[in-house]
């Protein structure tokens, strides 16, 4: 599996190491500013819904984006338009993983709840047109872009050079662990139960994405596969 530029590869171990350490430490800070976002909006100190959503989105974005340019802004940047390349292969192979990911999802919602979850959430009065929009754009557009870009377009292919050729593998399995724990940390999933659920399901989602990106050296299939999957959970709950 190609994982790693030959220019990466002669970039000093130091430097890739405290790549993986910014990195993170974002994710760290993504997640205490996570926590006091949502403190906020539980006491009422922010009030406008859209603004709720907006605060709660940026406080998880703006470290991840800090990371992601802390990162490239010291590699190669010879290669970075050909890693975003969406070919038919990886059209065709995301679709697969939404697939996959989504019939795994439902099983386990059914064996766990006996709900698959995929139904539109009971409303009060006129849904806020302009809250749903603002919420679909972060979830279906914005965050499956900074999370790939991130996790497998940073994050795994650092850790994988990191491995010995034979254990490198390791490093898609170990990105999707740390990329399904973040969003369990983030709050998805109300219950103890329902937050086992997604983890398992991120962390699917997470290998299969990684093993496409280790593959084709190239994270263009991953983005869309993950916009797919949170498109399909969009779409499904957006109140009628």
Do not use: Y
């Not at 338009?81 to 292969?89: Q, T």
């Not at 979850?117 to 754009?137: F, M, Y």
């Not at 499956?144 to 490198?168: C, D, H, I, N, W």
């Amino acid at each position: 599996m190609s994982t790693e530029s030959d220019v990466t590869h002669a970039e000093p171990d130091t430097s890739r190491q405290r790549d993986l350490v910014i990195l993170l430490v974002a994710l760290g800070v993504a997640v205490i500013l996570a926590r006091v976002a949502s403190g906020f909006n539980t006491a009422g100190k922010i009030q406008p819904p859209v603004m709720q959503v907006l605060v709660a989105d940026f406080a998880v974005w703006l470290p991840l984006v800090a990371g992601i340019v802390w990162v490239l802004r010291r590699s190669a940047s010879t290669d970075r338009a050909a890693r975003l390349r969406l070919g038919l292969g990886d059209a065709i192979f995301a679709i697969g993983i939404v697939i996959l990911c989504r019939v795994f999802d439902v099983f386990l919602g059914l064996a766990f709840t006996g709900s698959t979850g995929l139904t539109p959430a009971p409303t009060l009065g006129t849904p806020d047109e302009t809250l749903l929009i603002v919420s679909a754009i972060g979830i279906v557009l914005v965050s499956p872009f900074l999370e790939e870009v991130f996790f497998r377009g940073l994050f795994q292919r650092r850790m994988a050079a990191e491995l010995t050729p034979r254990t490198r593998f390791l490093a898609v399995f170990l990105t999707a662990f740390l990329f399904a724990v973040l969003h369990v940390l983030l709050g998805a999933g109300g219950t103890q139960l329902e937050g086992f659920r997604v983890f398992l399901t991120i962390f699917v989602l997470g290998s299969l994405t990684g093993t496409l990106v280790a593959m084709t050296n190239r994270i263009g299939g991953a983005i869309m596969a993950h916009v797919l999957f949170n498109a399909v959970a969009v779409v499904a709950t957006w109140p009628r």
